[in-house]
């Protein structure tokens, strides 16, 4: 079970969170728990490192925020033991969750959960803080922002765990953001390669990495809302999401909706560099630094060729990473030859998803069409077997949302 910062928000969200795990253990589950940080702490120990130093060490920038974490899981245990269940917490460091890679985005590459699945065989509830494992060094590490769900199918993969259950503020995976279009339905059954898609590309209800290594590891992952009554029944006898494989979902015998959802994300930023030259090598000498720097392109352009040899190259990266893309770009300037560089922020990226477009064409061209007939202009474009993407003007994407979710038949029919 996993419960995210808004869950965790305050110590009556804590002790309510806690009446949920005790039901499930009541039912005879064992149970393994991953917390987050409570709403807003992580951001607020962020910026404490931030105004200690803004090029801070990002080795004891992970000492400070993987303590959200541990407040939580220690909290949580503590609650469940005031519900007479036997709890404890588990710190990264204490199974251990080993990672490797960088600080502040690190990546799970064992759990040694024989300590942990004794402890549960016993009746105990292990709490463990989500986010955070040891590095080799011996080291805390973080996983990056949204890492909490990814530590819980970690250890969901390592215990051999029936299902991971995600617990959060929606109540499962919608066609799109409801706050955006009314009639958006709740999906009772997502592939991965849907859900890998949908959340790289904006969904905020799962982390990508964290689907990516349920596909990997073959964990059946289901999307929960902990807020709940007391007197309601158990959450997860309420239809959530179920994210499974291809397979499964085939064996269910469903009727395959062409599109799975639309998605949104506001939090891109568009460079161009201007006059690069048109030669072997050119755009290696763009890339290669940001990939350096752990960097994420996604979207990318390259116009046509000038007639004195020289193109103009687009692409996105996160917002977050805006600033330190143009500082590395700066300082690769004499090696890459442009002339100029030009950041925009005020870009949306909207996403269609579906496996159903592997063995349906048209999916692109009713896109484009429905969103030229609301004068919506296509900065640029990116597709994947079952994502089709655009990048538009910032101000247009509510519009464009509600377009798509409308012109592939999404929307809700009124009961």
């Known amino acids: 079970m996993k419960f995210g910062g808004t869950s965790m928000a305050g110590t009556e969200r804590i002790r309510r969170v806690a009446r949920i795990v005790k039901r499930q253990q ?39 925020v993987a303590s959200g974490e541990q407040v939580t899981s220690g909290l949580l245990a503590i ?35 024989d300590a942990l ?11 463990i803080p989500g986010f955070q494992g040891v590095s080799e060094a011996g080291r805390i590490t973080t996983l990056g922002r949204g890492g909490s769900d990814t530590s819980a199918v970690a250890v969901a993969a390592a215990v051999k765990a029936d299902r991971c259950d995600i617990y959060t503020d929606v109540d499962g995976v919608y066609t799109t953001d409801p706050r955006i279009v009314a009639k958006a339905r709740k999906l009772r059954h997502v592939t991965y390669e849907e859900m890998l898609e949908l959340a790289s590309v904006g969904a905020k209800v799962l982390q990508t990495r964290s689907v990516g290594l349920a596909m990997k590891e073959g964990v059946r992952v289901q999307v929960l809302s902990s807020f709940i009554d007391d007197d309601a029944p158990a959450a997860d006898t309420i239809p959530g999401t179920m994210i499974v494989s291809d397979e499964e979902l085939e064996g269910m015998d469903m009727e395959r909706q062409l599109i799975t959802g639309i998605a949104h994300d506001k939090n891109e930023a568009k460079i161009t560099l201007t006059r690069v030259p048109d030669k072997p090598g050119a755009v290696a000498n763009i890339f290669g630094p940001l990939a350096e720097a752990a960097i994420n392109v996604d979207m990318i352009i390259q116009n046509v060729g000038r007639d004195k040899g020289e193109t103009d190259v687009t692409f996105t990266v996160p917002a977050a990473d805006l600033a330190r893309s143009l500082d590395l770009l700066e300082a690769a300037k004499s090696e890459i030859g442009f002339n100029r560089i030009i950041p925009d922020t005020n870009v949306a990226k909207i996403s269609v998803v579906g496996v159903g477009m592997k063995s349906h064409a048209g999916v692109a061209a009713t896109m484009f069409k429905a969103l030229a007939d609301r004068g919506v202009n296509i900065v640029a474009i990116s597709t994947s077997e079952i994502k089709v993407s655009v990048l538009i003007e910032e101000d247009y994407t509510e519009l464009a949302v509600r377009v798509l979710h409308t012109a592939y038949g999404l929307d809700a029919v009124e009961a």
């Open 79 to 113: 609650a469940l033991q005031a519900l007479g269940a036997q709890a404890r917490s588990w710190l990264g460091w204490q199974l251990p969750i080993r990672t490797v890679e960088a600080h502040a985005k690190a990546r799970v590459e064992t759990i040694d959960a």
């Open 26 to 64: 009541d039912a005879g589950h064992e149970v393994a728990v991953v917390v987050s940080a409570m709403a807003g702490e992580t951001d607020r120990l962020v910026n404490f490192c931030r105004e200690a130093n803004p090029l801070y060490d990002p080795a004891e920038y992970d000492v400070v």
């Open 117 to 127: 699945i004794a402890e549960m065989q016993k009746g105990v509830i292990a709490v």
